[in-house]
């Protein structure tokens, strides 16, 4: 095996790790950090156990040991060994273990004393992957409490090395190795928003194809673009050797693409992320690098996590060009512009900012620890994902109120999966059906077994007829998870669950029925509404168990769930169902209700045949008060508002609505009550004084000098006012007042129609007056209009009738 530059500071972190307890090792891709570091450490006088690995991917974990077994001449399970989720190789010689992340944190749960183990060395640790910074929390928790010798590398190409050792104790090392100096091209060709990526990417590939030598290395956001690109390039590339390479490929078809083709043949590897960091594709010199990258992010509102596009970081293309220049010069064709490259995220964000932490909650539960911030982080979960985790554990009965971990929390605790797929398999567990409920949890972690399709039934009863090797060893994996199931409950007798019910068993909070004959809009038990494509075979069943949905809160898409019917959901669920006595106001009256619910799913409704008077009589009143004039003289309301009477505001009349309010509407339905009687009652819980004040402040009537009544308006902006024909002021030269504010006076002709308003009645009649006498003569002859009014008597009556009767 070549010199690798990682060699030339290999002494350094074997004395670091003699002296101290933890380092920081910092070299650039192509270093062999993640081959080399390992083995040369298991010849330390200290280095007595296992040497842990640990890698971001399965793909990465297991060609990383199968190249240093081959280093050793020997094959993996001998001194190198690894384990990840389909595949392990160990055996009693095995003294470095690669092993994926989630394992190492399911094993640091299981043993916090890690014995045996000697060194844990955290590989590309600048991804941020949630099982990596919690399992670095827990070893370093353990190597504080429980176990002082233990030793903590954390390697990585692009990390803030100061960090990490700020974290791992003021006093460790950073060792930085150079690397391998092979010089880098970067080709910039610029982006079209109106180009699909598969056709830029395929005319990139073709392009470097042609003027480049070596084997092309292409990156893309997921599966489909993968697909659909190599589709294309076998058309427009027949000779190529179109290669994907991505975490649903068989481990032998893996293998190859990760290989110089043995016949020669120059070959085009299409892959994701997964090819960014760890591995070295043997032979490729030109990256073509789409710039995209897909993430999965938890959405706290709709309670699921979903993959989103984003633009690749600033440190991932650096990650993506430098898979070029490995073993020699290399080209790096990016399809996006230069100049906007800086405006590109440094760094992608850490998945512990970004995921679901239920898992990581139920972890420190189990690990004894019910508030994550007691432990050492370099960015500490936020606290709203901390809550909707605890939300989840506890309806699942992992968690008690007070955060501890329960024993239902134990037993999920103990399977290798997320505390929902686990509560699945242990549903299946205790009703005799386990293996199947293992493949359906499996089918949701797994892309593409089983194919495609939003029914997962249909891709369970697909994958258990494939004979592939994929599909082979996933049934293993999903039987070792039954077994230990089986282990962890008690089997119950009764009939085996569907495969709908042992779904929500793990998710009762998405189990959702339809809102609409199209079957488009779901509403979860958990109160989240989701849409389903109306094409759908699901789309006309009553009720879903949801497996997966992708995009935001409010639009949801199911990409995965299983029906159920309401005799299932009535009879594995019952003791979710709820009876609730409801009261709805329908704009006129109190409806009481009886209904049955799963959470915010109705089942079922209809009257309620014992409705409590008391919360009827409640609505009512808080109807009532909503709108007092309603109940009440309008008229009377403005009048104590102006007046200022506090026994009559609506703060006072919330306040004693038992004593005046609630005996009018006992017995009833409706505020259909007389406002005769609300006035009454009313006014019988207001003392004389007030009373004689809001008569005095706020008189309910004007008297005209002709002796008519009119009522005075309190309400408007305009209040005080009162309507009032201006015959009847006649012989009145002093403007009215209540209190001290003028009387709004709103003059009329004899037929009621407006002529004008005014708060100065002299001024009124020694001005304009002049021009409203002559239009009222022309308009009504029959009428006195005086020259003079204010030393006219006041009367309603013609001339005549005025004349006659003495006026």
Same mark, same amino acid.
């Given at each position: 095996?070549?010199?690798?530059?990682?060699?030339?500071?290999?002494?350094d972190?074997?004395?670091?790790?003699?002296?101290? &307890?933890?380092?920081?090792?910092?070299?650039?891709?192509?270093?062999?950090?993640? &081959?080399?570091?390992?083995?040369?450490?298991?010849?330390?006088?200290?280095?007595?156990?296992?040497?842990?690995?640990?890698?971001?991917?399965?793909?990465?974990?297991?060609?990383?040991?199968?190249? @240093?077994?081959?280093?050793?001449?020997?094959?993996?399970?001998? &001194?190198?060994?690894?384990?990840?989720?389909?595949?392990?190789?160990?055996?009693?010689?095995?003294?470095?273990?690669?092993?994926?992340?989630?394992?190492?944190?399911?094993?640091?749960?299981?043993?916090? $004393?890690?014995?045996?183990i000697?060194?844990?060395?955290?590989?590309?640790?600048?991804?941020?992957?949630?099982?990596?910074?919690?399992?670095?929390?827990?070893?370093?928790?353990?190597?504080?409490?429980?176990?002082?010798?233990?030793?903590v590398?954390? @390697?990585?190409?692009?990390?803030?090395?100061?960090?990490?050792a700020?974290?791992?104790?003021?006093?460790?090392?950073?060792?930085?190795? $150079?690397g391998?100096?092979h010089?880098?091209?970067?080709?910039?060709?610029?982006?079209?928003?109106?180009?699909?990526?598969?056709?830029?990417?395929?005319?990139?590939?073709?392009?470097?194809?042609?003027?480049?030598?070596?084997?092309?290395?292409?990156?893309?956001?997921?599966?489909?673009?993968?697909?659909?690109?190599?589709?294309?390039?076998?058309e427009?590339?027949?000779?190529?050797?179109?290669?994907?390479?991505?975490?649903?490929?068989?481990?032998?078809?893996?293998?190859?693409?990760?290989?110089?083709?043995?016949? !020669?043949?120059r070959?085009?590897?299409?892959?994701?992320?997964?090819?960014?960091?760890?591995?070295t594709?043997?032979?490729?010199?030109?990256?073509?690098?789409?710039?995209?990258?897909?993430?999965?992010?938890?959405?706290?509102?709709?309670?699921?996590?979903?993959?989103?596009?984003?633009?690749?970081?600033?440190?991932?293309a650096?990650?993506?060009?430098g898979?070029?220049?490995?073993?020699?010069?290399?080209?790096?064709?990016?399809l996006?512009?230069?100049?906007?490259?800086?405006?590109?995220?440094?760094?992608?964000?850490?998945?512990?900012?970004t995921?679901?932490?239920?898992p990581?909650?139920?972890?420190?539960?189990?690990?004894?620890?019910?508030?994550?911030?007691?432990?050492?982080?370099?960015?500490?979960?936020?606290?709203p994902?901390?809550?909707?985790?605890?939300?989840?554990?506890?309806?699942?009965?992992?968690?008690?109120?007070?955060?501890?971990?329960?024993?239902?929390?134990?037993?999920?605790?103990?399977?290798?999966?997320?505390?929902?797929?686990?509560? @699945?398999?242990?549903? !299946?567990?205790?009703?005799?059906?386990?293996?199947?409920?293992?493949?359906?949890?499996?089918l949701?972690?797994e892309?593409?077994?089983?194919?495609?399709?939003?029914?997962?039934?249909?891709?369970?009863?697909?994958?258990?007829?494939?004979?592939?090797?994929?599909?082979?060893?996933?049934?293993?994996?999903?039987?070792?998870?039954?077994n230990?199931?089986?282990?962890?409950?008690?089997e119950?007798?009764?009939?085996?669950?569907?495969?709908?019910?042992i779904?929500?068993?793990?998710?009762?909070?998405?189990?959702?029925?339809?809102?609409?004959?199209?079957?488009?809009?779901?509403?979860?038990?958990?109160?989240?509404?989701?849409?389903?494509?109306p094409?759908?075979?699901?789309?006309?069943?009553?009720?879903?168990?949801?497996?997966?949905?992708?995009?935001?809160?409010?639009?949801a898409?199911?990409?995965?769930?299983?029906?159920?019917?309401?005799?299932?959901?009535?009879?594995?669920?019952?003791?979710?169902?709820?009876?609730?006595?409801?009261?709805?106001?329908?704009?006129?009256?109190?409806?009481?209700?009886?209904?049955r619910?799963?959470?915010?799913?109705?089942?079922?409704?209809?009257?309620?045949?014992?409705?409590?008077?008391?919360?009827?009589?409640?609505?009512?009143?808080?109807?009532?008060?909503?709108?007092?004039?309603?109940?009440?003289?309008?008229?009377l309301?403005?009048?104590?508002?102006?007046?200022?009477?506090?026994?009559?505001?609506?703060?006072?009349?919330?306040?004693?609505?038992?004593?005046?309010?609630?005996?009018?509407?006992?017995?009833?339905r409706?505020?259909?009550?007389?406002?005769?009687?609300?006035?009454?009652?009313?006014?019988?819980?207001?003392?004389?004084?007030?009373?004689q004040?809001?008569?005095?402040?706020?008189?309910? $009537?004007?008297?005209?000098?002709?002796?008519?009544?009119?009522?005075?308006?309190?309400?408007?902006?305009?209040?005080?006012?009162?309507?009032?024909?201006?015959?009847?002021?006649?012989?009145?030269?002093?403007h009215? @007042?209540?209190?001290? &504010?003028?009387?709004?006076?709103?003059?009329?002709?004899?037929?009621?129609?407006?002529?004008?308003?005014?708060?100065?009645?002299?001024?009124?009649?020694?001005?304009s007056?002049?021009?409203?006498?002559?239009?009222?003569?022309?308009?009504?002859?029959?009428?006195?209009?005086?020259?003079?009014?204010?030393?006219?008597?006041?009367?309603?009556?013609?001339?005549?009738?005025?004349?006659?009767s003495?006026?």
């Open positions: 095996m070549p010199e690798l530059p990682i060699q030339t500071v290999l002494s972190v074997l004395v670091a790790l003699s002296q101290g &307890t933890a380092a920081v090792l910092v070299a650039p891709p192509g270093a062999g950090k993640t &081959t080399a570091v390992a083995p040369g450490l298991i010849g330390e006088d200290w280095c007595s156990g296992t040497v842990i690995l640990t890698s971001p991917r399965r793909v990465a974990a297991r060609a990383a040991a199968e190249r @240093m077994a081959e280093a050793l001449g020997e094959k993996p399970g001998e &001194t190198i060994g690894y384990i990840t989720r389909l595949d392990s190789k160990r055996s009693a010689k095995t003294r470095v273990l690669v092993v994926t992340e989630a394992i190492f944190v399911n094993m640091i749960l299981a043993d916090a $004393e890690l014995d045996g000697s060194a844990v060395l955290f590989d590309e640790a600048h991804e941020r992957h949630l099982d990596s910074d919690l399992g670095l929390a827990l070893a370093l928790e353990s190597r504080a409490v429980l176990r002082e010798d233990l030793r590398l954390v @390697m990585s190409a692009t990390i803030d090395g100061a960090r990490f700020d974290l791992l104790g003021g006093d460790a090392p950073v060792i930085e190795s $150079e391998r100096a010089p880098l091209d970067i080709r910039w060709l610029g982006s079209s928003p109106q180009a699909r990526i598969e056709d830029a990417m395929t005319a990139a590939i073709a392009t470097a194809w042609l003027e480049e030598e070596g084997d092309i290395l292409a990156f893309l956001p997921g599966v489909g673009e993968i697909e659909r690109t190599r589709e294309r390039l076998e427009r590339l027949p000779t190529a050797l179109v290669l994907p390479l991505h975490g649903q490929v068989q481990p032998a078809d893996q293998r190859v693409a990760l290989s110089r083709d043995p016949e !020669g043949r070959r085009i590897v299409l892959a994701t992320a997964i090819a960014e960091t760890s591995l594709l043997d032979g490729v010199s030109v990256v073509v690098d789409s710039g995209l990258s897909r993430r999965a992010e938890f959405d706290r509102a709709a309670g699921t996590t979903h993959l989103v596009t984003h633009r690749a970081s600033q440190a991932a650096t990650q993506r060009a898979r070029a220049a490995r073993q020699g010069p290399g080209v790096a064709y990016r996006w512009e230069q100049g906007g490259h800086a405006g590109r995220a440094a760094y992608d964000p850490p998945e512990i900012t995921s679901d932490l239920a990581l909650v139920l972890g420190l539960a189990r690990w004894g620890t019910t508030d994550p911030r007691t432990l050492a982080w370099l960015d500490s979960p936020p606290e994902s901390v809550a909707a985790a605890r939300e989840t554990l506890m309806a699942l009965g992992a968690l008690d109120e007070e955060g501890r971990i329960t024993p239902q929390g134990e037993r999920l605790a103990q399977l290798p999966l997320d505390p929902q797929s686990a509560a @699945m398999v242990l549903f !299946g567990a205790r009703h005799g059906a386990a293996e199947t409920a293992a493949r359906i949890s499996l949701l972690q892309r593409g077994l089983g194919g495609r399709g939003e029914d997962i039934e249909a891709r369970l009863s697909r994958w258990t007829g494939d004979r592939g090797q994929r599909a082979q060893a996933s049934r293993k994996l999903a039987e070792r998870w039954a230990t199931a089986r282990k962890l409950v008690k119950e007798n009764g009939g085996e669950p569907s495969v709908g019910v779904l929500a068993a793990g998710r009762p909070q998405f189990l959702a029925k339809r809102r609409d004959a199209s079957g488009e809009q779901w509403i979860a038990a958990g109160g989240r509404g989701f849409q389903l494509d094409a759908s075979p699901l789309a006309r069943v009553e009720f879903l168990a949801i497996g997966d949905a992708q995009g935001q809160a409010k639009g898409r199911i990409t995965s769930a299983a029906s159920l019917d309401i005799a299932e959901v009535e009879e594995w669920f019952a003791d979710r169902i709820e009876r609730r006595a409801v009261l709805r106001w329908t704009g006129q009256r109190v409806e009481a209700l009886s209904e619910r799963l959470g915010a799913i109705l089942l079922s409704k209809g009257p309620d045949p014992e409705p409590d008077e008391g919360a009827i009589m409640d609505m009512l009143v808080e109807k009532a008060l909503e709108n007092p004039a309603q109940l009440l003289s309008q008229a309301l403005a009048r104590a508002d102006y007046a200022g009477i506090d026994a009559l505001a609506p703060e006072r009349l919330a306040e004693t609505a038992e004593l005046w309010l609630a005996p009018l509407l006992a017995g009833r409706d505020l259909a009550v007389p406002k005769g009687k609300a006035v009454d009652a009313l006014l019988g819980q207001v003392d004389w004084d007030a009373r004040a809001l008569d005095r402040l706020a008189p309910r $009537e004007f008297v005209s000098p002709a002796g008519t009544h009119h009522a005075i308006d309190y309400t408007g902006d305009d209040a005080p006012s009162v309507e009032v024909r201006v015959q009847a002021l006649f012989g009145l030269d002093r009215p @007042m209540i209190g001290e &504010t003028p009387l709004l006076l709103k003059l009329t002709s004899p037929a009621g129609r407006p002529i004008q308003a005014t708060r100065d009645l002299s001024g009124f009649w020694r001005g007056w002049a021009d409203v006498r002559k239009d009222m003569k022309g308009r009504y002859l029959k009428h006195r209009w005086p020259e003079e009014p204010w030393i006219e008597k006041p009367s309603l009556k013609t001339k005549n009738a005025f004349q006659k003495g006026g």
